[in-house]
């Protein structure tokens, strides 16, 4: 029997991503602003009752680290009352909540990748609002899902190596954060994951989700452009200015210096094993970047 999948934020880089790659899919709806606004409790409540799903994938969340420290009762909603809403009205009715939550939930200090069991401390309140978040949603139901992810890429919206690349196509000179480590998460590749949990023989609960290795933002970049260059995209410059974290007098909120993320218990959970970050990147990059190329 085909699973009915209810995606929320579909506008999203992750859950954009996931509507794309699950395309193909007649019984995956996807829903975004205007017609979902889950900062409203009542209007999300009548949306979900609106529908018929068998699981239901959250993309939503107010991601910008800083604006949640000016625009704390907005996270709140969005962070934590929206998925606690999901997952009640989910349970109601026999279905799967996944849920979506963040690295940020740790404080960056130990420097081997966290497990789930590794006990959280947020530093700022976007941390603070997703381990919320992550709590009500299992507390709810056990059965639900929530998975931490890290560094997003994918097609559905630009991020940090679509923003670097852009720049080396204009500028001579880029930079990114040398001493600022975690794990990139292709949105593609989690699309295949997350579907392993719309099989409710697999347990609910906490799984981290990114693609193997780690690195700085500055090496993350550096291998965006070397792809990018590879892929015949002209570039005024490949190389990458290293700065530091303090450096960054713009940031408002705390960010973790050191925040990767196991995927042990997820490869025991599906036999899935992550591929690499390089080589998931190069795909994206290929896929993304060549065609422009070859009609330039």
């Known amino acids: 029997m085909k699973r009915r ?9 992750l859950a954009g991503s996931l509507l794309e790659y699950w395309s193909g899919m007649d019984h995956v709806i996807g829903l975004a602003r205007p017609a979902l606004d889950v900062a409203d409790g009542t209007a999300l409540r009548q949306l979900l009752r609106d529908y018929e799903f068998d699981v239901v994938v959250n993309g939503t969340g107010l991601t910008n680290v800083d604006r949640c420290e000016s625009a704390r009762d907005e996270a709140w909603r969005v962070n934590v009352l929206a998925p606690e809403i999901m997952a009640e009205c989910a349970s109601q009715r026999g279905a799967r ?48 899902i929530v998975a931490r992810v890290s560094w997003v ?9 679509d923003t670097l690349i852009d720049r080396a196509r204009l500028e001579d000179r880029v930079e990114a954060i040398a001493d600022k480590f975690s794990c990139p ?9 997350i579907e392993c949990f719309f099989d409710s023989s697999i347990s609910g609960g906490l799984y981290h989700l ?3 290795g780690s690195c700085s933002w500055h090496e993350y970049g550096v291998m965006a452009l070397q792809l990018a260059a590879n ?16 450096d960054m007098k713009q940031f408002i909120a705390p960010r973790p210096v050191f925040s ?11 036999g899935i094993t ?3 970050w390089r080589e998931a990147l190069r795909d994206y990059i290929h896929k993304k970047y060549a065609p422009i190329s070859s009609s330039t």
């Open 153 to 161: 890429f994918g097609p559905a919206k630009p991020s940090f190596v």
């Open 274 to 276: 992550p591929r690499h």
């Open 185 to 193: 998460t292709s949105a593609t590749d989690a699309a295949a994951w």
């Open 231 to 246: 892929a015949g995209i002209k570039l005024r410059t490949t190389e990458v200015d290293p700065i530091r974290l303090a």
């Open 97 to 144: 909540l996944i849920h979506f939550s963040t690295d940020y939930v740790f404080d960056g200090l130990q420097r081997e990748p966290h497990s789930e069991a590794d006990v959280p401390s947020p530093q700022g309140w976007y941390g603070t609002t997703k381990l919320e978040g992550e709590e009500r949603v299992l507390q709810c139901d056990p059965r639900h």
């Open 5 to 13: 999948v209810l995606v929320l934020g579909s506008h999203g880089r």
């Open 260 to 270: 990767m993320l196991s995927t042990h218990k997820f490869a025991a959970a599906t």
């Open 210 to 212: 990114c693609n193997s």
